[in-house]
């Protein structure tokens, strides 16, 4: 796959990555309607503080991480068409609410269930998945998630002008808002009649079971339940936060981690559940994968897309602070961390179909970040602004790089478990957006950035130990076993139709 066949529109394999990529954009667009307006809201709503906005910011990602392990599942069970077009459509509901709330609770649940939409990500990697081989995926999964990320830079940059200049008045905001969830609505329907699941004669690869992950050995079994136990610590966190900004009670917080712990224990059921009966009968050598794998992208992942949200969380006041700047400079300035976005996911995907081990590409970017990182935590009003920003974009380029070069590995670990693979890595890139957020109330922005460096450096290590080479890593099919053909009720691979072979191969 070259750079010029993404614009062969007559070609449906890219006109289902340009309608998902756009779907993934919309997202975005739609789950960050609020920062770009804050200032406007608290003008508007006399009693709204910046306390409420931050409470406001944390229930926001709050429901993203089990939002994503739950569309994991499902995406696995219906298929990437019908879970965007339903998400999208279901999503636009809050997203309207929350336009037109004008109380503190209706904010409050509406922000909390719009944060859901976050998990629409890890759908879109299951479908690019289905539509482009090994050998291209990376480059296909870069596009994907480079220029649908861009959507909430998109928001920062239209919705001010929409809330204050298009449609102007006391009410401009929420009208904006509301658009978002208009646009959301819509284009759920549009998806679902313009794009199908899989290529013609191919068959959708779908999960053993429901409800949680399978795995091929009894201490992957423990490493899958020991590796779900931060995704309900991160939603703790997120509690606590809230708590300690007095918008819950400590009552209701020791409530919320009863219920946080009960759902943990009925996780730990279902994947009892699943997976007793599989390894007690017996997994064919042919059939197992290491969870080891899906450990290692859960690091990289929580490294990367973690450090990428809480810098962007930062950055800003930091170059306020640190060079004097004005806010719109410094905002501006900033910004070019997330428009990296468009070219470094698509180049980190690129890099892993080409170069010819998608295990060492992913070292080395992960190495990439945790020097320039280091280098960030070195950056004070001593250094020129030019040489401070080139070192951000450098840094910025190695961590939405590795970003792409963690999902151009994730489809090829296990076929039909893919959307769950994704889900689980992706609620860990909100894990570690949530832990480091968390830290860097405690410390100073320059120990910030070694902290965010420590965390890529292990991610390192890691990947240098557990991580392996998937099968078929470069060829024009994904590595199929028979059971994941009789799980789907597709043909034997050995009596596959020749029709089917050439789909694949093209």
């Avoid at 130990?465 to 009789?486: A, C, G, H, I, V």
Wanted: charged share 15%.
């Amino acid at each position: 796959m070259k750079v010029a066949d993404l614009f062969k529109y007559k070609d449906e394999r890219m006109k289902v990555l340009h309608f998902t990529w756009l779907a993934f954009f919309i997202s975005f667009f739609t789950w960050y309607n609020m920062a770009p307006m804050a200032s406007t809201m608290l003008q508007d709503m006399d009693w709204l503080t910046p306390q409420h906005i931050a409470a406001l910011g944390i229930l926001n990602v709050a429901l993203t991480i089990p939002a994503r392990i739950i569309i994991g599942t499902l995406l696995d069970r219906f298929g990437p068409r019908i879970v965007y077009s339903g998400l999208l459509i279901i999503m636009s509901i809050p997203a309207i609410v929350f336009a037109f709330a004008d109380t503190w609770l209706q904010l409050m649940i509406s922000r909390l269930i719009l944060g859901s939409i976050g998990a629409s990500f890890v759908i879109g990697i299951r479908m690019v998945s289905e539509w482009f081989p090994p050998k291209d995926v990376g480059f296909a999964e870069g596009i994907y998630g480079g220029w649908g990320n861009f959507g909430s830079a998109a928001a920062a940059m239209i919705l001010p002008y929409m809330g204050l200049t298009l449609f102007g008045g006391e009410d401009g905001w929420r009208y904006a808002i509301a658009l978002t969830g208009v646009i959301c609505f819509l284009y759920g329907f549009i998806y679902y009649f313009a794009v199908k699941d899989t290529p013609e004669g191919k068959t959708l690869i779908k999960a053993k079971g429901a409800g949680a992950m399978e795995v091929s050995s009894w201490g992957d079994m423990f490493r899958l339940i020991l590796w779900s136990i931060p995704l309900g610590g991160a939603l703790a966190v997120c509690a606590w936060r809230i708590e300690n900004l007095g918008f819950i009670s400590e009552g209701a917080l020791y409530v919320i981690w009863t219920i946080i712990a009960a759902v943990f224990i009925i996780q730990v059921y279902k994947i009892l559940e699943v997976n007793i009966p599989i390894l007690t009968a017996g997994v064919p050598e042919e059939d197992k994968y290491n969870f080891k794998n899906v450990a290692a992208l859960n690091s990289t992942y929580f490294a990367n897309f973690g450090a990428e949200l809480a810098i962007v969380s930062m950055l800003p006041l930091f170059f306020q602070l640190t060079f004097s700047l004005t806010p719109a400079t410094a905002g501006l300035l900033a910004a070019s961390f997330a428009f990296i976005n468009l070219i470094a996911r698509p180049l980190g995907g690129l890099l892993s179909d080409r170069m010819g081990s998608r295990k060492k590409v992913m070292l080395v970017y992960m190495f990439g970040i945790s020097l320039g990182l280091l280098g960030m935590g070195f950056i004070d009003s001593s250094w020129p602004l030019i040489a401070a920003l080139l070192v951000t974009v450098m840094t910025s380029m190695f961590i939405q790089g590795a970003e792409g070069a963690t999902f151009a590995v994730i489809p090829l670990i296990k076929k039909r478990i893919t959307g769950q693979i994704a889900g689980m890595a992706g609620a860990y890139g909100n894990v570690g957006a949530t832990i480091y957020l968390t830290l860097y109330t405690f410390v100073t922005p320059q120990q910030f950035f070694f902290v965010l460096a420590t965390g890529a450096i292990t991610s390192f290590v890691i990947c240098c130990f557990w991580m392996e080479e998937p099968k078929n890593s470069f060829s024009s099919e994904y590595y199929l076993t028979d059971q994941d053909r009789q799980v789907s009720g597709a043909p034997s691979k050995k009596v596959l139709p020749r029709t089917q072979s050439v789909v694949r191969e093209r």
